[in-house]
């Protein structure tokens, strides 16, 4: 055991409604790179967060150089070596460079013997060295907001870099870098690790596994699959090794089969230039498209475009061969076009009201009485007709949504956008956070609602799920549409080479 | 086991409401023991008292639940009674602000149509700047409070204002009934209709709804197709005109106006809603609890006055209570978690 650094064993999480870490583990060795892969909400990042003392562990060990250890929290992470680079940057933008490197443990110095105050001068030496070792051409008196994002993220590692740390945890690091600014980072990663640093990385993009990394651990719903040496991997043995699980009686049969195009988007591009590009696809009646790719292919840039929520530079939307003008959300909703979002939580539910406003909130307009009156009859026969149809476990239609479980709560607001009987449907990432029972539930909701004559446009990060229910796959990578694969060709694998198309 | 459930009911109640709870018990005690407490007259002036204050604190209440606020609420009142006031000074009276050249008397009616639309100018130019200005509703209702205040000192000139129509006066502190028997002021039946109507426009109205909607998630609110932008705009206008009246009454009721009128108005109706229940974070409220939670602000003032307490301590109670009372409240939902 002392041949690691760090271990961890044994490791599992339970989050409402989610097994997210089932007996997970992770070797490390110092002085080594080591890539921990898997599909999105495999359990990579759960697993930092629980070495990183963010989450605690519901069962399992750490071991450090062979003895137990436990962390407790963030804090004590860093006290004992541990650094981490998040994948979600969290600097604060008004103040400067030096003072987020040094946040949490300001040096100081007594003016006349007595009153601490921060030693500014010390910071922004060190920082000016620190920045120069890691080759960032930055003053550390610039103000973090002024920098663009991976700028931010250069700072945010030379952040954990200065904390000498013995292991250092990069998620996804290089999701905005440009290419100079990955080949400055692999600079840094070899003399992290001819310094004896154990670096774990984690990266959806293969070909830079495979040229940083000497070791690769592979997780799958959780679980530990196994431990390889990087050169004994190839990119096809990895994504065979991510994705590779049974996926028989997962997934309702379909039984329809789509009719004539309903919805056309043509050449649709952000006003962001590093945002989706000249997308164009159709879909039809009563399909289910899949929309597949890796993490930053701005797929729900691309949704949200459509819907109204980001502004575009150029592109048409039509229904029925009448293009559409939509500005807000509010002229999609009016126009047919229904959007459930990535985020139930920031954009989906309104935690403190019941589930039958929830459901009702965007219909309520069908249900006045002399144009004014709400009538609580209709509305309620709505809600009752919801929570049957859709078998929404709640205890009451009063109750508070937020007491519901991830699932009826995104039952609730499917329930919601079929209230003004849509005719397509934009679906982002329907079952995330959602346990096995209830997601079934959800497939099946969804290819009825195709068997319905309605046109879905599905967003999912789930292999088993794009292949278990699309009609037709359109894959993205890097805010462009690379292609489109018919129900009977898909394959996890082909679908994987058109999500990283452009990913060197 | 019936019995048990419904001493469980009671018990539930105590604890869900537990500073009305004990209002009553030492409003109960104040009435045993002190003289004069339960009669006719203290109940007339804790209505007219908590009927005005309703009115303000129902405008104030949207705002809340939006997670807004409202501090331009009590200068606005000043204003609309000053206003009022001038408009409505008999044509005879000496100390008239304007002379009758210049603004004739006027009918009482057609002035508390002009005090409205100015309220709801007010009140519109606050969720403008809220809602497309994006200035956060503090921020906001700070400048126009300030700014209110001044129209109201250049347009008063600083004098108190007075010599109003008598039958301005009487439509306030009217009443039904006997003076030394039963009876109650014409201000309790305002405050009930406008009670009904805010109860209808919260509950069974598109606008109630989108209000909650936009204090329980404003993103998923916009996502989900609602106005949101004129939703709170609505709100402040309805606000507005609510402080508006509220002005208009109270200057009656008062029989004069000064520019000093209404400071701090604001405070007591954010107070009275958040006693009441209407969640500072936004998505809660209902418009009995707002009644209650003003109703007991009075109610404490009035329990106060007769123990004889010096006025002096009374501010330190109030400050006390609101505090206690939202912490109570807020232990509800940490509870919950």
């Known amino acids: 055991m002392a041949d690691y650094l760090l271990e961890m064993d044994d490791v599992c999480k339970a989050f409402p409604g989610v097994q997210a870490l089932n007996h997970a583990k992770l070797q490390l060795k110092a002085g080594h790179v080591h890539a921990l892969m898997g599909e999105n909400g495999a359990g990579k990042s759960t697993l930092m967060k629980c070495m990183f003392g963010i989450y605690k562990m519901d069962k399992g060990q750490i071991y450090m150089n062979g003895k137990a250890v436990t962390i407790k929290d963030p804090i004590d992470a860093l006290s004992k070596g541990i650094a981490m680079v998040h994948q979600e940057l969290q600097p604060i933008p008004a103040m400067t460079i030096s003072e987020n490197i040094f946040l949490g443990r300001y040096p100081q110095k007594k003016v006349l013997g007595f009153i601490p105050v921060v030693d500014h ?22 103000k973090v907001g002024s920098l663009s994002t991976s700028q931010m993220q250069l700072v945010e590692i030379a952040k954990a870099v200065s904390a000498n740390c013995k292991v250092l945890i990069l998620d996804e690091p290089t999701s905005s870098l440009t290419q100079n600014e990955v080949d400055s980072l692999f600079a840094i990663i070899k003399n992290l690790k001819s310094n004896g640093v154990a670096i774990v990385y984690i990266s959806h993009k293969m070909d830079e596994i495979l040229q940083i990394s000497d070791e690769v651990t592979i997780m799958r719903d959780g679980q530990y699959v196994g431990t390889w040496e990087a050169k004994e991997l190839t990119i096809n043995s990895i994504i065979t090794k991510m994705v590779g699980r049974e996926l028989t009686n997962l997934f309702p049969k379909k039984e329809n089969v789509p009719g004539e195009v309903v919805f056309e988007v ?41 819907f109204g929520i980001r502004s575009k530079s150029s592109g048409k939307v039509m229904l029925h061969g009448k293009e559409l003008h939509i500005n807000r959300p509010k002229d999609a909703i009016d126009n047919g076009v ?10 989906g539910i309104m935690g403190v009201l019941s589930v039958a406003d929830n459901i009702s909130i965007s219909s309520l307009k069908n249900y006045l009485d002399y144009k004014i009156s709400i009538n609580s009859g209709k509305v309620d026969n709505l809600v009752k007709e919801n929570v049957k149809k859709m078998n929404i476990k709640t205890p009451s239609s009063k109750t508070p949504i937020k007491s519901l479980s991830g699932g009826n709560q995104q039952k609730v607001i499917i329930g919601r956008w079929l209230a003004n009987s849509p005719e397509v449907l934009i679906l982002d990432e329907p079952t995330r956070g959602i346990d096995v029972g209830a997601k079934y539930e959800i497939y099946c909701i969804i290819a009825d609602l195709a068997k319905q004559g309605k046109s879905i446009l599905m967003i999912s990060s789930e292999m088993g799920e794009i292949l278990g229910m699309s009609d037709r796959i359109m894959v993205m990578c890097d805010g462009r549409c690379t292609g489109f694969i018919d129900r009977k060709d898909a394959t996890q694998e082909n679908v994987m080479a058109l999500a990283t198309k452009f990913s060197s | 086991m019936k019995k048990e459930s419904v001493s469980d009911k009671i018990f539930y109640i105590v604890k869900s409401n537990p500073i009305v709870f004990l209002l009553v018990i030492a409003s109960i005690f104040v009435g045993i023991f002190v003289e004069n407490f339960f009669s006719w007259g203290s109940l007339g002036n804790l209505i007219s008292n908590t009927a005005i204050r309703f009115l303000i604190a129902l405008g104030v209440s949207g705002c809340l639940i939006t997670k807004g606020t409202d501090l331009s609420a009590g200068r606005q009142v000043g204003f ?117 109507l805010f109860w209808f426009i ?27 932008k004129n ?43 958040t006693i009441g229940g209407v969640s500072t974070t936004g998505g809660i409220g209902t418009i009995p609890g707002v009644l209650v939670g003003v109703l007991v602000f009075e109610l404490l ?16 109670v109030q400050g006390l209570v609101i505090v206690v009372a939202v912490a109570l409240d807020i232990r509800k939902y940490i509870a919950k978690k």
Request: hydrophobic share 45%; with cysteine; net charge positive.
């Open chain 1, 338 to 347: 229904a959007m459930l979002t990535e985020s139930r939580r920031t954009s």
């Open chain 2, 301 to 316: 003032k009035i329990v106060l006055q007769f123990l004889g307490v010096n006025p002096y301590y009374n501010y330190i």
């Open chain 1, 266 to 306: 043509e050449d649709f591009t952000s006003i962001n230039p590093k945002s989706f590009r000249h997308v164009s696809f159709n879909i039809r009646k009563g399909e289910i498209l899949g929309v597949s790719g890796l993490v930053g292919a701005q797929r729900t840039e691309l949704m949200e475009g459509i």
């Open chain 1, 121 to 142: 001068t010390k910071m922004n030496n060190d920082t000016n060295e620190l920045l120069k070792k890691v080759k960032l051409n930055f003053d550390s008196k610039q």
């Open chain 2, 231 to 273: 939703t709170i705009l609505r709100i402040y206008v309805i606000a507005g005109v609510m402080y508006a009246l509220a002005g208009y009454l109270l200057a009656a009721k008062s029989g004069g106006a000064s520019a000093s009128m209404g400071s701090g108005y604001e405070l007591e109706a954010i107070a009275g809603c």
């Open chain 2, 80 to 196: 609309a009674a000053c206003i009022a006031g001038v408009l409505i000074q008999r044509a005879s009276y000496a100390g008239r602000r304007f002379s009758a050249q210049v603004i004739p008397e006027m009918n009482m009616f057609i002035v508390l149509f002009i005090v409205l639309i100015i309220g709801a100018v007010i009140g519109l130019i606050n969720g403008f700047i809220i809602s497309r200005l994006k200035v956060p509703p503090f921020i906001t209702t700070l400048g126009t409070q300030t700014i209110v205040y001044g129209l109201c000192l250049v347009f008063t000139d600083a004098q108190p204002i007075g010599g109003f129509q008598d039958s301005y006066i009487n439509l306030v502190t009217g009443r039904i009934g006997k003076v030394d028997g039963f009876y109650l002021p014409y201000l309790l039946f305002i405050a009930a209709i406008f009670g009904v």
């Open chain 2, 202 to 228: 919260y509950n069974k109205t598109c606008h109630g709804k989108y209000m909650y909607a936009i204090g329980g998630n404003e993103v998923a609110a916009e996502v989900s197709g609602v106005n949101t």
